[in-house]
């Protein structure tokens, strides 16, 4: 996906965590990610855990980065920072009070 001038300045590293609530089911492969942070949704799909404010159970709260992000599974690796969905949950939360 071409980026915009929008997206240009977007990086994960300064994102303070946009995607960090979006639901993430777990697909064949994502056996890193430690069993304390896997739950099982209403349909029997494992998915990340997520604390009750909907934040994901493996997002550092104080530095908003993943603690997690080596074992992290293949939907978060896939996420494409900058990318029209990237851009349409940075609008969504707002970002500058999670610091």
Avoid: F, N
Avoid at 41 to 53: C, F, I, K, N, P
Avoid at 54 to 70: E, K, P
């Amino acid at each position: 996906m071409p980026h915009t001038p929008e997206s240009a300045a977007i990086s994960c590293s300064s994102c303070k965590a946009c995607c960090c609530q979006l639901e993430v089911i777990l697909m064949a492969g994502d056996d890193a990610v430690p069993a304390r942070y896997i739950v099982e949704d209403d349909w029997g799909a494992e998915t990340l855990r997520r604390r009750d404010d909907g934040w994901c159970a493996a997002l550092d709260r104080q530095t908003m980065l993943c603690t997690i992000y080596a074992q992290r599974p293949w939907v978060c690796r896939e996420y494409q920072e900058g990318d029209y969905d990237c851009l349409v949950q940075r609008k969504l939360i707002p970002i500058l009070t999670l610091r």
